[in-house]
T-cell receptor, first 112, second 112 residues
Framework: DAGITQSPRHKVTETGTPVTLRCHQT?????MYWYRQDPGHGLRLIHY???????DKGEVSDGYSVSRSKTEDFLLTLESATSSQTSVYFC???????????FGDGTRLSIL | TQLLEQSPQFLSIQEGENLTVYCNSS?????LQWYRQEPGEGPVLLVT?????EVKKLKRLTFQFGDARKDSSLHITAAQPGDTGLYLC????????????FGRGTQLTVWP
């Protein structure tokens, strides 16, 4: 299995609080991605990174920010969590833009 | 409208039956990927099809890319309970950054 660790695996928090999810990889891959998965919507891309400090928005980026200060870590931050951000969040990594993406096991986030 | 339409949304069958699930679009793609996702885990890539009309086999799973590269099908022969999962198709958005767009998936349940 690709070396991807997402933390935490589960989190419950309140509306208005900041939340940071971490994706850690041991594969030294250049590309990293954050997706959210909701019933009836499949997986949707939030943000992605194509190198250290190189990030860009995906299709559902409002309310989220990301940072990548080193190759192995990609952080997803909800500045002020809302109930609509309750979801399962997946991180993926890839060795190249045309290479397969390998996914972590997800973080289940509940915002009350 | 969804870029990728997957059908059926749900499929419940008995062990030993054959089945086909579909991934359709009105757009043309350079390639298409199929993933399987099991509960509590991230999606895992099964296959990538690239050429129009291409057929790929993975044990009892047969994947076909439409001649016009707008659609794809996944056929499972003699389904087993281990085939149970969410089957997702995905396409690259056409950039060089590996940004995937996923369909909403087909949830397959195979009963013993």
């Amino acid at each position: 299995d690709a070396g991807i660790t997402q933390s935490p695996r589960h989190k419950v928090t309140e509306t208005g609080t900041p939340v940071t999810l971490r994706c850690h990889q041991t594969e030294n891959h250049r590309y990293m991605y954050w997706y959210r998965q909701d019933p009836g919507h499949g997986l949707r891309l939030i943000h992605y990174s194509y190198g250290v400090k190189d990030t860009d928005k995906g299709e559902v980026s409002d309310g989220y920010s990301v940072s990548r200060s080193k190759t192995e870590d990609f952080l997803l931050t909800l500045e002020s969590a809302t109930s609509s951000q309750t979801s399962v969040y997946f991180c993926a990594i890839s060795g190249g833009a045309n290479q397969p993406q390998h996914f972590g096991d997800g973080t289940r986030l509940s915002i009350l | 409208t969804q870029l990728l339409e997957q059908s059926p949304q749900f499929l419940s069958i008995q062990e030993g039956e054959n089945l086909t699930v579909y991934c359709n679009s009105s757009s043309v793609f350079s390639s298409l990927q199929w993933y399987r996702q099991e509960p509590g885990e991230g999606p895992v890539l099964l296959v990538t099809v690239v050429t129009g009309g291409e057929v790929k086999k993975l044990k009892r799973l047969t994947f076909q890319f439409g001649d016009a590269r707008k659609d794809s099908s996944l056929h499972i022969t003699a389904a087993q309970p281990g085939d149970t999962g969410l089957y997702l198709c995905a396409v690259d958005r056409g950039s060089t950054l590996g940004r995937l767009y996923f369909g909403r998936g087909t949830q397959l349940t195979v009963w013993p």
